[in-house]
């Protein structure tokens, strides 16, 4: 088993794997921007070494100085996380040149997933259904054949691409010739490959993928789905375990998908199958094979009662995955909830600032996965998710209440949150339902703005009377503690109500 891990990745996620490591006794080094020397990441690993300015591609995403920070602390393996670094093969490749392991799949697996033209033909070999499409195409006049032979409307897709860039639904043949030049331009500048697909358009469709999990001895098996459907511009919002929109049948066959899918490219370690379900046929096609492990893990952590970062851990250093299909169940219902600093009322704007006040919720069934405290500031820098918070109960409806009820509990000043917009959501009668789409919230959105009625700014009356709540709590010290005071433990700078003689409150 390794002795010490290197995470080269921030927020809440660093710390999850953190978590997971120091139950294993591992050890942990954090890396960390200029814009994270104070965060929470930091703090919590037992080593962290600084890697460069805030801006990703000077520290985060520069390959050279996370592996020679990881030769440095003697590091024996490396977790990428999510985001980042996670799916590039070349990183991957290189983290096992270094004579490190890198705690994922194989780079061959990363690298035949994140071509989508690749992946594609490699799933219709292994008899995943696709989506009915063409791919390698050039000229217009052959993806104007192509359009008219799958009907319009059509998407085309970079083939390079995922998680939604370049892609660009057609609904008639006058636009496709603007729509295949627009796609190219964005493709090249996004990916540095022109390479488009062209595929019949499944409109209205649920977003549902499967979790897949596989050891490095040919052990391989799927730990059911998550239906991710409410979502904005390709930003998951709220997700769920087990999915509305499935019969056990389905699930089932679609299940069967997805372990063929990752068998088809030799894949070992945690992995996603995304699929698309027409709700009207509950036809379901392979979309694409995300090699990492996803933001949205918890929920079926709870579900299946399997810590996957302990496994994505133990699998990386060779051990057999000792389960095999028949152990796993789904247990009870799980919802996600992403809790962004960012204003619905006005675009969904990142919102950023310090957190003046920040309380998460707690109790049974609830787990709230964060990279923030009180104090702590929110820059522009880094994807404005604060938290994630993750409810488990016996049925949907329970965990609906249950979710329902932590956001009531949540709170967070200093910083504009999503937290009554994911309450509309939550409240709505197509959620209750379980008929959201993946284009139902911008859908929505413009048909009725005013259904989400957005939550004002905190006023200063409001922190104010925060602040005093604060301070009648006993033996609560502040966070917002004095960093750049001469002293930092000066009596007369804490904010916790420090009496002379007193008992502090
Ligand atoms: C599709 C699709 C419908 N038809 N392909 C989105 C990102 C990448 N994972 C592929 N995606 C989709 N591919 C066909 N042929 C629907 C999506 C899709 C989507 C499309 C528009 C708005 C939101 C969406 C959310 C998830 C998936």
């Given at each position: 088993m390794f002795k010490k891990i290197l995470i080269p990745n921030r927020g809440e996620i660093a710390i999850r794997i953190m978590r997971a490591c120091r139950e294993l006794g591992i050890q942990t080094v954090a890396v960390y921007s200029e814009a994270d020397k104070n965060a929470l990441h930091v703090q919590q690993a037992e080593e962290a070494i600084s890697i460069g300015a805030a801006?990703?591609?000077?520290?985060?995403?520069?390959?050279?100085?996370?592996?020679?920070?990881?030769?440095?602390?003697?590091?024996?393996?490396?977790?990428?996380?999510?985001?980042?670094?996670?799916?590039?093969?070349?990183?991957?490749?290189?983290?096992?040149?270094?004579?490190?392991?890198?705690?994922?799949?194989?780079?061959?697996?990363?690298?035949?997933?994140?071509?989508?033209?690749?992946?594609?033909?490699?799933?219709?070999?292994?008899?995943?259904?696709?989506?009915?499409?063409?791919?390698?195409?050039?000229?217009?006049?052959?993806?104007?054949?192509?359009?008219k032979e799958i009907g319009y409307p059509v998407l085309v897709k970079a083939a390079a691409g995922g998680g939604g860039k370049g892609m660009r639904v057609v609904s008639s043949e006058s636009e496709l010739?603007?729509?295949?030049?627009?796609?190219?331009?964005?493709?090249?500048?996004?990916?540095?490959?022109?390479?488009?697909?062209?595929?019949?358009?499944?409109?209205?469709?649920?977003?549902?993928?499967?979790?897949?999990?596989?050891?490095?001895?040919?052990?391989l098996v799927h730990l059911f789905e998550r239906e991710c459907s409410v979502q904005r511009r390709h930003q998951k919002i709220i997700e769920e375990t087990p999915s509305p929109l499935l019969t056990p049948k389905l699930r089932e066959r679609m299940g069967q998908a997805a372990v063929a899918a990752a068998q088809a490219v030799g894949y070992y370690n945690a992995g996603t199958v995304e699929f698309i379900v027409d709700p009207d046929t509950l036809q379901y096609y392979f979309l694409e094979m995300n090699t990492r492990?996803?933001?949205?893990?918890?929920?079926?952590?709870?579900?299946?009662?399997?810590?996957?970062?302990?496994?994505?851990?133990?699998?990386?250093?060779?051990?057999?995955?000792?389960?095999?299909?028949?152990?796993?169940?789904?247990?009870?219902?799980?919802?996600?909830?992403?809790?962004?600093?960012?204003?619905?009322?006005?675009?969904?704007?990142?919102?950023?600032?310090?957190?003046?006040?920040?309380?998460?919720?707690?109790?049974?069934?609830?787990?709230?996965?964060?990279?923030?405290?009180?104090?702590?500031?929110v820059t522009h820098f880094y994807d404005p998710l604060l938290a994630k918070l993750i409810v488990h109960a016996e049925d949907r409806e329970a965990a609906i209440q249950r979710m329902q009820a932590a956001l009531r509990e949540f709170v967070v000043h200093g910083v504009i949150t999503n937290i009554d917009f994911l309450q509309a959501v939550l409240s709505h009668p197509d959620f209750a339902n379980g008929q959201i789409t993946t284009i139902w919230v911008e859908r929505t959105l413009e048909s009725?703005?005013?259904?989400?009625?957005?939550?004002?700014?905190?006023?200063?009356?409001?922190?104010?009377?925060?602040?005093?709540?604060?301070?009648?709590?006993?033996?609560r010290q502040s966070q917002i503690v004095n960093q750049d005071e001469p002293d930092p433990y000066s009596p007369w700078k804490v904010a916790n109500g420090f009496r002379m003689g007193g008992n502090n409150g």
């Open positions: 801006a990703p591609i000077e520290s985060y995403l520069n390959m050279d100085k996370i592996i020679d920070a990881a030769k440095q602390a003697n590091a024996d393996a490396i977790h990428p996380g999510y985001g980042f670094l996670s799916e590039n093969a070349s990183f991957a490749a290189a983290v096992t040149a270094a004579q490190l392991t890198f705690i994922g799949p194989s780079a061959d697996s990363i690298r035949a997933m994140g071509d989508k033209a690749e992946s594609k033909i490699r799933m219709k070999q292994a008899g995943v259904p696709t989506v009915p499409g063409v791919e390698g195409l050039e000229d217009e006049r052959d993806f104007e054949n192509a359009a010739s603007e729509a295949i030049e627009s796609a190219r331009r964005e493709a090249l500048n996004a990916f540095g490959d022109e390479r488009l697909l062209i595929e019949k358009y499944v409109a209205n469709a649920h977003h549902v993928e499967f979790q897949i999990f596989g050891d490095q001895h040919g052990n492990l996803q933001v949205e893990h918890p929920i079926t952590e709870f579900v299946t009662g399997l810590d996957l970062v302990h496994w994505q851990i133990r699998v990386a250093a060779g051990e057999r995955f000792p389960f095999t299909q028949s152990h796993f169940t789904q247990r009870g219902h799980a919802i996600e909830c992403r809790i962004y600093a960012e204003d619905p009322a006005n675009g969904f704007l990142p919102s950023t600032g310090k957190l003046l006040q920040y309380i998460e919720p707690c109790g049974p069934g609830i787990r709230v996965d964060s990279g923030f405290s009180t104090g702590n500031e009725n703005s005013s259904l989400f009625e957005m939550q004002e700014q905190a006023s200063a009356l409001h922190i104010i009377a925060a602040a005093l709540a604060d301070l009648t709590i006993p033996n």
